[in-house]
């Protein structure tokens, strides 16, 4: 008898447990970049299929406002059949929802094809927060589909997530929240943070290093479960300063240094989420051609500049970051 297939498979998609098997035997993490438009989904398929390395495509609930969730259902469809048959790659590619804040949103989205889910409910009271996940994991469970979560908070402002502090996570709860919950992956706060300005730097200051004294905490209490880093863009100085010498204003952003993020990589860190990076490679692009090319209004003529940056720092991130390069 065969199997029936589960929604998300019908449209090439593939949930996250084979993903962070290999990543925790591996030493590697798994991108999940996140999208809001056609032009970053191709970019993030293309330099995936050209890295081979697995992918998790990332979407926010104001990414799916924004770009209307039948349409959403569809876009994902054919970045599978666009990494098939026209890049000839056969990459595992997962669609999963980023900081999903209800029972409800998460729901929807399972029923419109997604492969994985986030239900965040990591700024409310613990047992809150762990009856919300389990309500969440029980239905997700049923159609094959996997659920993250988070415990502690992480500052900083990206999308419709905002909070002023940070929260680390308490290695204590963890193995009780897992256990009770049956969540398959788990986001931590260990100092990373939402946003172009993750830390704020007197002159002569450097980035603190991560709380990696925490993630070993974390590793004891939890042997091989994977753990997720969210708010790990390194903010690249090369975009912010692309951006600022063609009009834009982005004074002191600073991110993770992608050597902190190698580290965590090659530890119980299976998905390391980037949306800030590509925003700014984006704009510093689109900003270039508009100083350069005033007169410029054809939108493919920035865009696919934008693009092609955005393609290229997504193999440099899979190569020398993530380390999911050749991992496919």
Do not use: W
């Not at 609930?61 to 969730?69: D, T």
């Not at 009856?131 to 415990?151: P, Q, R, S, W």
């Not at 450097?206 to 905490?217: A, G, H, W, Y």
């Not at 952003?253 to 984006?282: F, T």
Request: hydrophobic letters at 35%; one cysteine or more; proline letters at 5%.
């Amino acid at each position: 008898m065969t199997k029936e297939k589960y929604l998300y498979e019908e449209l090439g998609l593939v949930n996250t447990k084979e993903m962070f098997k290999g990543a925790m035997a591996g030493g590697y993490a798994i991108p999940a970049y996140n999208f809001n438009n056609m032009e970053q989904l191709q970019a993030i398929v293309k330099g995936c299929a050209e890295s081979g390395s697995p992918v998790i495509l990332q979407v926010s609930s104001g990414a799916r406002k924004y770009a209307n969730q039948t349409l959403l259902r569809y876009m994902a469809e054919g970045a599978v059949q666009m990494a098939r048959k026209d890049l000839k790659s056969n990459i595992p590619i997962a669609l999963h929802l980023d900081h999903g804040d209800t029972f409800e949103l998460c729901k929807s989205c399972i029923e419109s094809g997604f492969s994985s889910v986030m239900i965040d409910g990591s700024h409310l009271p613990y047992e809150e927060n762990v009856a919300l996940t389990k309500k969440v994991v029980d239905y997700a469970h049923k159609h094959g589909v996997t659920v993250e979560a988070e415990l502690g908070v992480l500052a900083g402002i990206e999308d419709e997530v905002k909070h002023e502090k940070s929260n680390y996570t308490d290695p204590n709860e963890v193995e009780d929240f897992v256990k009770r919950t049956g969540v398959d992956s788990l986001a931590i706060s260990i100092g990373t943070s939402h946003g172009a300005y993750k830390f704020k730097l007197k002159p002569g200051e450097s980035v603190p290093p991560l709380r990696f004294d925490i993630l070993e905490e974390v590793e004891k209490k939890l042997p091989g479960f994977p753990i997720v880093l969210h708010g790990a863009s390194s903010v690249l100085p090369k975009y912010v300063n692309m951006i600022n010498e063609n009009g834009g204003k982005l004074e002191n952003a600073v991110g993770v240094p992608e050597d902190q993020l190698r580290s965590a990589a090659k530890s119980a860190v299976c998905k390391i989420n980037i949306d800030s990076d590509g925003r700014l490679v984006v704009t510093a692009l689109i900003r270039k051609v508009f100083k350069d090319k005033p007169s410029e209004f054809d939108p493919r003529k920035y865009l696919g500049p934008a693009r092609e940056e955005l393609k290229d720092m997504i193999v440099h991130k899979n190569k020398e970051v993530l380390g999911s390069a050749e991992r496919a």
